[in-house]
């Protein structure tokens, strides 16, 4: 199999999955791998990509999660995991452009390995925890810091939820191609600077310990999206700060998946 080769699995699977969150859904995974390794089944010409999981049932967040991350934020290492969550609307796919909206003027970028369950967990032990999870994808959580940071109280969730803050994709990596999701390049380029670079063995938590962690709290589901943490070198903590503006390009690269991409239009 190639990166190029596209399969209309919807024609060639007995259940006829509408999206690959159906696919994980009905467990049609191992059936759609004897498909795609089938080279009889016909190959097509490769349409314009949309996020790979286009309805999670949510879309969760770990703060401060590399360490490294954490130092330059002047923040102390956390002994849990620092959760949040993204509203399932700012979801946005690869070349879709990040609306900057009117009412933030210190929008950020973070690059980060995105987890994607592929079964229901429930109460899964840390040991057991790998079993429900599907694959990965690349994320960008995009962030206004002046609402996340400045507004009474914090506002996590508001800041990180504006319409396309969760742009994913190219597409969804299964986890056997990816045997250590804890030993993967991860860099940022802001209009062809790199502004992150680092491994993904800075994680604080690994990705079964956030599994086992979320799942003792609610269910997750197939289709469910977790964020994993961001690398140092955010625009918040650079001196002077560095905040998206409008016509630049995001583009998020993770060793193994491939390369987000995402330019910026300045919400009139």
């Not at 049932?57 to 956390?78: K, T, V």
């Not at 849990?80 to 929008?107: N, Q, Y």
């Not at 003792?216 to 469910?224: E, K, Q, R, T, V």
Request: aromatic share 6%.
């Amino acid at each position: 199999m190639s990166g190029d080769d596209v399969i209309d699995l919807s024609t060639h699977l007995d259940a006829r999955p509408s999206s690959i969150q159906e696919v994980l859904e009905l467990d049609l995974l191992a059936e759609a791998e004897q498909v795609l390794h089938d080279k009889s089944t016909p190959r097509l010409a490769r349409p314009p990509l949309a996020a790979p999981i286009l309805k999670p049932g949510g879309i969760l967040g770990i703060g401060l999660n590399y360490r490294d991350h954490a130092l330059e934020s002047g923040m102390p290492i956390p002994s849990e995991p620092i959760v949040f969550v993204k509203c399932v609307s700012a979801l946005a796919g690869p070349d879709e452009a990040i609306h900057l909206p009117s009412t933030s003027s210190e929008v950020d970028y973070e690059a980060e390995l995105v987890v994607v369950i592929g079964r229901r967990a429930r109460h899964v032990p840390m040991s057991e925890a790998m079993d429900y999870v599907a694959g990965y994808t690349i994320g960008n959580d995009v962030s206004a810091r002046d609402w996340q940071l400045k507004k009474p109280g914090g506002q996590w969730t508001l800041g990180k939820s504006f319409e396309t803050f969760a742009p994913i994709g190219p597409w969804l990596v299964t986890k056997d191609e990816i045997p250590n999701p804890q030993s993967l390049a991860i860099s940022l380029r802001l209009n062809g600077e790199t502004m992150q670079q680092s491994n993904t063995n800075q994680l604080i938590f690994s990705v079964e310990s956030v599994v086992s962690y979320l799942s003792a709290i609610f269910p997750l589901n197939p289709g469910d999206l977790i964020f994993t943490g961001t690398p140092p070198g955010v625009g918040f903590a650079r001196r002077p700060p560095v905040y998206l503006q409008d016509g630049d390009l995001c583009e998020v690269e993770i060793e193994g998946i491939g390369v987000l991409r995402n330019s910026c239009v300045l919400e009139l």
